[in-house]
């Protein structure tokens, strides 16, 4: 959008509308994490402890929702919030691997290779993860035939390749960025040698990259980690799901949504932060100086 700048004059300064910029501001792929991290770890001990006491002012006659979430506790963990953290490192796995292959696409010297990384980056950077969970869910289906043999294809993972996609060509982003801020020495210096370019781009390039792609690889991690709860609204049975399960196991009181769901918020907060307080000390380290 245009915006007015301060120009000085005899009498003064006049706003000028200076040109519209279609590109708009520089977005800022560690905006949630750098807020994530910027919190101070006693805020988040405060409102850990602010939950039972909220828990306790609701507390009935016969139980308080403390007392049930106590009991739900172990159960939403192991069955709920570590399935959450499984989906998010396999989704993460794949869409590394596959990133990763579209990163190096992107800087291919032949043009139909190019184009189509292009169009696959685009799109899938662009595309609403949840709208994309329900296209992957129902266009596969739930079993295999092969050679007459059965394989399950559960809906569960169908949201990790649903979540893969996305974060492929976000990593295909960082690839590309990583390795075009090699300095063109490095290249030339490798060419000079003999080294071809596939040879320079395995043997000389990406090793000096890998320490620029860790930040956004762990930054994109956790926004990836903080997505799964969409999974809920699939049918699969990781945390989010099965809290709503156990309030309903409990009578579903009203008095049980900010035990059962803060209890939740606090596990991702728990997992998350010390991810993002790690990715922004990385960045500052491996920051490309100038």
């Not at 801020?181 to 290249?187: E, H, I, R």
């Not at 409990?250 to 307080?277: D, K, W």
Request: aromatic share 14%.
């Amino acid at each position: 959008m245009a915006h007015r700048s301060p120009v000085p004059t005899a009498s003064g300064t006049l706003p000028v509308l200076l040109p519209y910029n279609p590109r708009g501001p520089a977005y800022d792929d560690f905006f949630a994490t750098r807020w994530l991290a910027s919190i101070p770890a006693w805020w988040l001990l405060a409102l850990a402890a602010l939950f039972p006491v909220m828990a306790l002012a609701q507390a009935g006659a016969a139980e308080s929702p403390l007392d049930k979430l106590v009991r739900w506790a172990p159960f939403l963990f192991r069955q709920g919030f570590m399935f959450n953290v499984l989906i998010s490192v396999l989704a993460m796995g794949i869409g590394t691997v596959v990133g990763a292959f579209m990163g190096l696409a992107l800087i291919s010297r032949l043009r139909p290779v190019r184009a189509v990384a292009r169009v696959y980056v685009t799109f899938f950077r662009n595309v609403p993860w949840l709208v994309l969970l329900f296209i992957v869910l129902l266009s596969f289906p739930f079993q295999f035939r092969v050679f007459g043999t059965t394989i399950p294809f559960p809906g569960w993972f169908k949201t990790v390749i649903g979540l893969a996609i996305p974060v492929s060509a976000n990593i295909a982003e960082v690839v590309r960025g990583a390795v075009q801020s090699v300095p063109t020495a490095q290249w030339e210096a490798a060419e000079s040698l003999g080294f071809t370019r596939r040879q320079a781009i395995w043997q000389i390039i990406l090793p000096q990259c890998f320490k620029r792609m860790l930040p956004p690889w762990m930054n994109w991690y956790a926004i990836l980690t903080m997505s799964t709860p969409l999974c809920s609204l699939l049918g699969v049975g990781e945390i989010i799901s099965l809290t709503r399960q156990a309030m309903e196991a409990e009578g579903n009181q009203p008095e049980l949504l900010i035990p059962f769901y803060g209890f939740a918020l606090l596990l991702f907060l728990a997992y998350c932060y010390p991810i993002a307080r790690l990715t922004m000390r990385l960045e500052r380290r491996f920051a490309v100086k100038t």
